[in-house]
């Protein structure tokens, strides 16, 4: 048996058939980490990036548990947006369908968007062992007591940073309070924000922490530019990116929701044709943006970070930081938009000073970064920005240099100052033409 297969885990004829059918050969590595401690029943805190595998990851032990004599809800999993929401439950639908379990294990999807009352009625013809949704209506369900959620086995809070900063972790707070407390507690997140322990505090105890380093922050086929905004507006220098490409899609990110509408009308303002996508739009108001994206309406979108996790957009060529993120792990999630699947992607990044020590983390971590500026549709390669502290710093080393080769005269004469001087002036020309040669 190799050592990273899934037939080393404990798991069911059933799931072995779930993988089979999904193809998959070898454990991604948060599935080698989750799996384990999942298929026990601990408690944990996945911490990884968006297509790492986890929606397996926590799948796979959740469904091994799947007792079909029981006519109650067995797990649920809530997610930050419909749209993730969604594609969760395609994955869960497209497992039962592999385990050739249709017409024992009931899957239901509860999102916002739809008839509140047909879902009532719906959930009172057949009781799901299933429930896969955003806490909004998870919670509204359990309200109207169409779903009873105390004896499930297991929580799945995918995408919790996010959850927190759309405001839905009060929702999961109240689903979480009717339900068994000793649940197990499946918590993914890319970030684990301050604001976030209490919560963690609160539902679990001693819960194992995975953490999942990605060797490469983004795809090699990826593109990384740097544009100086220089006290320019945002939109003028977008607008003169605008006329040197030709996006399938390009996604223009902000940070927050006023900023993104602000930069819309901006470009719309000076004549570019822009949608826009945020947590503040309505549920209608989403579908029908991406709806528009779909069939092509749009070659720009402004958007929040709900775009960079939340929302599956297809065929993203461009990605625009009209504002640069606050944390590195931000930066690899809006990037993370393009270069899909082996494609080419270009990350155009729209920079001030305080952005620089981010930068410099992003380079830490392999990233390599090309410096341009943008005039009249057309690009022009300029210095890096740490290109003249490392001229200075390389020039006083030379100066220092060329001092320390001074001969210093045993006896002190008149004008032996000057003499020095002019000996370091000499020096320091014979070591600059040697530099310049090795270039």
Same mark, same amino acid.
């Given at each position: 048996?190799s050592?990273?297969?899934?037939?080393?885990?404990?798991?069911?004829?059933?799931?072995?058939?779930?993988? %089979?059918?999904l193809?998959?050969?070898?454990?991604?590595?948060?599935?080698?980490?989750?799996?384990?401690?999942?298929?026990?029943?601990?408690? &944990?805190?996945?911490?990884?990036?968006?297509?790492?595998?986890?929606?397996?990851?926590? =799948? =796979?032990?959740?469904?091994?548990?799947?007792?079909?004599?029981?006519?109650?809800?067995?797990?649920?999993?809530?997610?930050?947006?419909?749209?993730?929401?969604?594609?969760?439950?395609?994955e869960?639908?497209?497992?039962?369908?592999?385990?050739?379990k249709?017409?024992?294990? &009931?899957?239901?999807?509860?999102?916002?968007?739809?008839?509140?009352?047909?879902?009532?009625?719906? =959930?009172?013809?057949?009781?799901?062992?299933?429930?896969?949704?955003?806490?909004?209506?998870?919670?509204?369900?359990?309200?109207?007591?169409?779903?009873?959620?105390?004896?499930?086995?297991?929580?799945?809070?995918?995408?919790?940073?996010?959850?927190?900063? =759309?405001?839905?972790?009060?929702?999961?707070?109240?689903?979480?309070?009717?339900?068994?407390?000793n649940?197990?507690?499946?918590?993914?997140?890319?970030?684990?924000?301050?604001?976030?322990?209490?919560?963690?505090?609160k539902?679990?105890t001693?819960?194992?922490?995975?953490?999942?380093?990605?060797?490469?922050?983004?795809?090699?086929?990826? %593109?990384?530019r740097?544009?100086?905004?220089?006290?320019?507006?945002?939109a003028?220098?977008?607008? %003169?990116?605008?006329?040197?490409?030709?996006?399938?899609?390009?996604?223009?990110?902000?940070?927050?929701?006023?900023h993104?509408?602000?930069?819309?009308?901006?470009?719309?303002?000076?004549?570019?044709?822009?949608?826009?996508?945020?947590?503040?739009?309505?549920?209608?108001e989403?579908?029908?943006?991406?709806? %528009?994206?779909?069939?092509?309406?749009?070659?720009?979108?402004?958007?929040?970070?709900?775009?960079?996790?939340?929302?599956?957009?297809?065929?993203?060529?461009?990605?625009?930081?009209?504002?640069?993120?606050?944390?590195?792990?931000?930066?690899?999630h809006?990037?993370?938009?393009?270069?899909?699947?082996?494609?080419?992607?270009?990350?155009?990044?729209?920079?001030?000073?305080?952005?620089?020590?981010?930068?410099?983390?992003?380079?830490?971590?392999?990233?390599?970064?090309?410096?341009?500026?943008?005039?009249?549709?057309?690009?022009?390669?300029?210095?890096?920005?740490?290109?003249?502290?490392?001229?200075?710093?390389?020039?006083?080393?030379?100066?220092?240099?060329?001092?320390?080769?001074?001969?210093?005269p045993?006896?002190?004469?008149?004008?032996?100052?000057?003499?020095?001087?002019?000996?370091?002036?000499?020096?320091?020309?014979?070591?600059?033409?040697?530099?310049?040669?090795?270039?």
């Open positions: 048996m050592k990273h297969t899934f037939d080393q885990y404990a798991i069911t004829s059933t799931v072995s058939r779930i993988v %089979e059918g193809g998959f050969k070898t454990p991604t590595p948060i599935q080698q980490q989750v799996l384990p401690p999942a298929l026990r029943g601990e408690s &944990l805190i996945g911490q990884s990036h968006t297509g790492s595998g986890k929606t397996h990851a926590y =799948l =796979l032990p959740l469904l091994n548990k799947m007792d079909e004599s029981l006519d109650e809800v067995q797990f649920v999993i809530t997610a930050p947006t419909r749209e993730l929401a969604i594609q969760i439950h395609e869960v639908k497209k497992a039962i369908r592999f385990a050739g249709e017409e024992a294990w &009931l899957s239901k999807l509860l999102i916002g968007g739809t008839d509140k009352q047909k879902m009532v009625d719906k =959930l009172a013809s057949r009781k799901p062992h299933i429930v896969v949704g955003t806490p909004g209506r998870i919670l509204d369900m359990v309200k109207e007591e169409a779903v009873d959620l105390y004896h499930a086995k297991g929580f799945v809070l995918d995408e919790a940073d996010l959850m927190l900063d =759309l405001g839905f972790i009060e929702e999961v707070d109240q689903i979480l309070v009717r339900m068994d407390e649940v197990q507690m499946l918590v993914f997140s890319a970030t684990i924000p301050e604001r976030l322990q209490p919560f963690l505090k539902y679990l001693n819960p194992v922490h995975i953490q999942i380093e990605d060797d490469k922050p983004s795809p090699e086929t990826m %593109e990384h740097l544009v100086p905004l220089r006290h320019k507006d945002p003028d220098v977008i607008i %003169e990116i605008s006329k040197s490409i030709q996006p399938y899609l390009a996604i223009i990110f902000t940070n927050g929701k006023k993104a509408d602000q930069l819309a009308d901006d470009l719309i303002s000076r004549g570019l044709e822009v949608g826009v996508l945020h947590g503040g739009l309505s549920p209608r989403r579908k029908r943006m991406l709806k %528009e994206l779909q069939s092509l309406r749009y070659q720009y979108i402004v958007a929040t970070d709900l775009a960079s996790r939340g929302i599956d957009i297809q065929g993203v060529s461009h990605v625009i930081n009209a504002q640069m993120p606050k944390e590195e792990e931000f930066y690899v809006r990037v993370g938009r393009t270069a899909r699947a082996g494609l080419q992607g270009t990350a155009i990044n729209l920079y001030k000073e305080s952005d620089l020590p981010l930068i410099q983390k992003l380079e830490k971590k392999g990233l390599t970064f090309e410096f341009y500026e943008v005039k009249n549709g057309e690009w022009k390669e300029i210095n890096a920005y740490n290109e003249r502290q490392n001229r200075e710093r390389r020039t006083s080393d030379i100066e220092r240099k060329a001092k320390q080769m001074v001969r210093k045993k006896k002190v004469k008149p004008g032996y100052k000057k003499k020095i001087k002019k000996e370091a002036s000499k020096n320091l020309r014979k070591l600059k033409r040697e530099s310049y040669k090795r270039k």
